[in-house]
């Protein structure tokens, strides 16, 4: 370590400040950032989703008529995806919960977190200056004047001192510049994360409304057969009265209705559960319920379904965006971590002003100044500053393999709803047909029953086969809307790129992009 201090006159003073600041530009020209240079990934160099050419999903055209949906390669994602299941309610409810829910408000304060955390880092660029201001009232003895024996007079003085207390380490390793690198990208990261609640969000309020009106679905269709149920109990009571019924046919179909009726009451709690579940992503209390209610008839199958390219595919997925700007940081912090391990310089000045009255630090020759450098390193610290770098190396590695994770994840998110949109047409298709079947079936079968021509066992299993029917083909619709807007989700939604992100929301709500289905 080396120290250079004089007091000298202000003149001299103002000569030596000019040179540390020379000194000091000097060497932040000189200056350079160890560590690796992030470069994003590159995009997978994969030309689809699945190992087969795309194909959009397909029906037997011998079967009953079916919505179609066509996959539209290359096209891109509108803002407002939902607005394809052309629903007023829906549209409403998101954006009551785009608005309230505060999983959105905390990622958006996270933010400015993160970002002040930056901007603070920043402020080690510059020269930290602090002032202070000392008055102290003294006393001290005067041996060489006594006004008795033994008894030295004694002066009293008060003294003010005012100081400026100015330091500056010059970032010549950049290290101060990779950690504000880092923490750059731990804002990016968190803007994605903010994305990714928002994407989250809206495609839970899509199926959340999905299953809501799936539930009122299967409860409709069960008090259907409750209905046939009791039709078919009152007409075996009347043919018991007449003699052409046994009781245990009576009984039996009993049985059969209470079977029907027991599943109502878990619907009905399924239906209220996810009306709390609903109200609660718009942000309110389950006391105050949401005006919104859905049933399937209301909710339109988007047709055109857009399916972005693959190499597109991790520039809008905002949990890949987030695990690359996770990389970013981690990367950062490996050039922070080798810094550490090199010499360190801190310049120091302290100019200031000492007087016996607080009016004459104002007057000439009562300046002083002390001008310092030092320069440091670390010998030896039992390998701490060199594990920490392997640490940080290590981080590296562990991020790299989270990105890979995230993009291959995205990959398998949009296959898979792919498959499942290209089955789906198959199966709604078929519960469709089942369910016309056994409702024909069951018809026939009720007027058989009203001449006498059939057994109470064809009768309930008529009667259970179009309850399974009725209830799978409720199930099957539901799905291929769920998967709909899983696909929408998997391709990372529509956020508007173009935004600040102060005003996302009117962004997302007042663009005038369109939203085709």
Not at 90 to 119: D, F, G, M
Not at 211 to 217: F, T
Request: net charge neutral; glycine share 4%.
């Amino acid at each position: 370590m080396y120290q250079l201090s004089a007091k000298m006159p202000c003149p001299t003073f103002t000569a030596a400040l000019r040179v540390l600041a020379i000194s000091t530009g000097a060497l932040m020209l000189g200056a350079c950032a160890v560590g690796p240079n992030f470069t994003s990934p590159p995009a997978p160099a994969v030309a689809g989703y699945t190992p087969e050419p795309l194909r959009s999903p397909a029906t037997d055209p011998a079967g009953p008529r079916l919505a179609q949906q066509r996959f539209s390669n290359g096209a891109d994602i509108p803002t407002r995806w939902w607005a394809a299941f052309r629903s007023a309610p829906l549209n409403a409810l998101i954006r009551l919960s785009v608005e309230h829910n505060p999983t959105l408000q905390s990622a958006e304060a996270a933010i400015k977190v993160a970002n002040y955390n930056a901007l603070a880092q920043r402020g080690l660029y510059f020269p930290q200056v602090g002032v202070n201001y000392t008055p102290s009232d003294q006393q001290i003895s005067n041996m060489t004047t006594q006004a008795g024996p033994g008894d030295p007079s004694q002066q009293r003085y008060t003294l003010h001192t005012a100081q400026l207390n100015i330091s500056f380490v010059p970032d010549i390793w950049g290290e101060n510049f990779r950690t504000v690198e880092s923490l750059d990208a731990i804002t990016e990261q968190a803007r994605f994360q903010l994305e990714a609640a928002y994407l989250t969000l809206t495609a839970n309020v899509v199926t959340a409304a999905i299953q809501e009106a799936s539930l009122r679905g299967q409860i409709a269709a069960t008090e259907r057969i409750v209905k046939i149920e009791r039709d078919i109990l009152s007409i075996l009571k009347h043919q018991q009265d007449a003699g052409q019924a046994a009781q245990v046919d009576v009984l039996t179909q009993e049985t059969a209705l209470a079977q029907a009726e027991q599943t109502l009451p878990p619907l009905q709690k399924q239906l209220a559960i996810q009306r709390d579940l609903l109200t609660a992503l718009a942000g309110q209390f389950s006391a105050d319920e949401i005006l919104q209610k859905f049933d399937l008839a209301r909710l339109t199958l988007p047709a055109n379904l857009p399916v972005s390219l693959p190499s597109t595919l991790v520039a809008q997925r905002p949990d890949v965006r987030a695990a690359e700007a996770n990389l970013h940081s981690a990367s950062a912090l490996v050039g922070v971590a080798i810094a550490a391990r090199l010499p360190n310089i801190t310049l120091s000045a302290n100019p200031g002003t000492s007087a016996t009255t607080l009016a004459g630090l104002f007057t000439p020759g009562t300046l002083f100044y002390t001008v310092a450098g030092s320069a440091t390193q670390t010998v030896f610290d039992g390998f701490t500053l060199y594990h920490k770098q392997k640490s940080a190396e290590a981080a590296l590695d562990q991020a790299k393999a989270q990105y890979r994770q995230a993009v291959i994840t995205a990959f398998q998110n949009v296959a898979d709803a792919l498959r499942s949109l290209q089955a789906d047409a198959r199966a709604v298709q078929a519960a469709i047909k089942a369910e016309n079947t056994a409702k024909a079936t069951l018809d026939i079968v009720q007027q058989q029953l009203v001449l006498g021509q059939i057994n109470q066992v064809t009768v309930l299993n008529a009667q259970q086969a179009y309850f399974n029917a009725a209830t799978a083909r409720v199930q099957a619709e539901a799905t291929r809307l769920s998967d709909t807007a899983a696909l929408f989700m998997a391709l990372g939604g529509g956020w508007p790129t173009d935004c600040a992100t102060s005003d996302w929301r009117s962004c997302v709500f007042e663009s005038r992009v369109a939203s085709k289905s």
